[in-house]
């Protein structure tokens, strides 16, 4: 199943995101709340030694820096992006699979992938590789939206769920993880396990809809023979009659998960 980036858009599993649509991100008052809010969680030390896992474009990389007098790894699988961290100031940037970490057992303080386990082939060989990387006592947290946990007002609720839901099950490889993930951390031996939600509310397309593209999940819908053209069109003049009327809302809740490599 493909995958999509935070734009809305289905990419190849090799398609890389444009840093555009991650700047804008990065710019936006509820992204740059939560991000520092990963920073916060890993509880940095002086000296340590810590891992972004799909940097993108080194944007989360350079304010941990800026922050912390520490040492950063920033990874992503594309050469491109880590390129351009680099340029921007990352000084250990390197392309790499999330799935097969290119580091020793036990190397890392901290692990941290913001937006990044959503999209990939096999995020429970990714997230035991986070494990295995990070030093006893070492802190890891990740930060997903969950698609489950969603909700769109326009006139036709149920037309709304059904794209609701094509959009968690469909356009996002692992679009409902994020609540999974503590289990998972369970599993894996961790300690001091949090989960803490963050919900991002848009009332006026122009302002994130830009980034999201939530007017065009219908036609997406209708691209993989999911939704018949007329209700597409349906949605879009319902979604665009409640933006023009000031009655649109849609929630989307972004899940923190953190926790401790026990000793």
């Not at 992204?31 to 896992?53: F, H, N, Q, T, W």
């Not at 036709?156 to 609540?179: F, K, P, S, T, W």
Request: aromatic fraction near 6%; charged fraction near 30%; charge should be neutral.
């Amino acid at each position: 199943m493909p995958e999509s980036d935070d734009s809305g858009q289905v990419c190849s599993p090799h398609q890389e995101w444009d840093p555009l649509v991650l700047d804008a991100l990065a710019a936006d008052d509820f992204y740059a709340s939560y991000k520092k809010r990963i920073r916060e969680l890993l509880r940095p030390r002086s000296g340590g030694r810590y891992l972004d896992v799909g940097s993108g474009s080194g944007e989360a990389a350079i304010r941990f820096l800026a922050g912390h007098p520490v040492e950063l790894v920033a990874l992503d699988r594309s050469l491109r992006m880590s390129r351009l961290a680099k340029s921007r100031g990352v000084p250990n940037a390197l392309a790499a699979d999330a799935h097969l970490l290119p580091f020793a057992s036990a190397s890392f303080d901290g692990v941290y992938a913001d937006r990044v386990f959503q999209h990939l082939d096999q995020p429970d060989i990714a997230l035991a590789e986070s494990a295995r990387v990070l030093r006893p006592g070492g802190r890891l947290v990740l930060a997903d939206p969950d698609y489950d946990l969603q909700a769109l007002e326009i006139e036709d609720q149920e037309l709304a769920r059904r794209i609701l839901r094509y959009r968690a099950d469909e356009m996002v490889r692992n679009g409902a993880l994020a609540h999974r993930q503590a289990a998972r951390l369970v599993d894996l031996g961790f300690d001091d396990i949090g989960v803490e939600a963050r919900t991002v509310v848009v009332r006026r397309p122009d302002v994130l809809d830009n980034v999201l593209n939530l007017r065009d999940w219908a036609h997406h819908a209708v691209g993989r023979g999911r939704l018949p053209v007329g209700d597409a069109e349906r949605f879009v003049r319902q979604f665009d009659r409640a933006a023009r009327d000031g009655k649109l809302t849609y929630v989307l809740t972004f899940l923190l998960t953190s926790g401790t490599k026990a000793r």
